[in-house]
Nanobody, 115 residues
Framework: QVQLVESGGGLVQAGGSLRLSCTAS????????MGWYRQAPGKQRELVAT???????NYGDSVKGRFTISRVNAKNTVYLQMNNLKPEDTAVYYC?????????WGQGTQVTVSS
């Protein structure tokens, strides 16, 4: 398994920005796919954004055009830049890593957007 440590959550006003970070315990070159998911109270966990080892990205419909996933290989870190945040973006955001058939999750970081 891969250990993942997230940071960067917090409280922000609607229209503001935050950047989340997720640092892996191993080289992200060896990870097939990394990404972000979120879970709001009373709702199922949903896709936010993923990036494959080859650099292909995929975004949830609700964040397209506002969020950007990126990585810095030398730091074993994946980022989620979140712009134009909305109250409905409030959730716990989880980092995710997939290596072949094994999925690892971070502990989650809270993002709260006030109106």
């Amino acid at each position: 398994q891969v250990q993942l440590v997230e940071s960067g959550g917090g409280l922000v006003q609607a229209g503001g920005s935050l950047r989340l970070s997720c640092t892996a315990s191993r080289s992200i070159f060896s990870i097939d796919r990394m990404g972000w998911y979120r879970q709001a109270p009373g709702k199922q966990r949903e896709l936010v954004a993923t990036m494959s080892s080859g650099g292909s990205t995929n975004y949830g419909d609700s964040v397209k055009g506002r969020f950007t996933i990126s990585r810095v290989n030398a730091k074993n870190t994946v980022y989620l830049q979140m712009n134009n945040l909305k109250p409905e973006d409030t959730a716990v955001y989880y980092c995710n890593a997939v290596v072949i058939t094994t999925t690892s999750w971070g502990q989650g970081t809270q993002v709260t957007v006030s109106s």
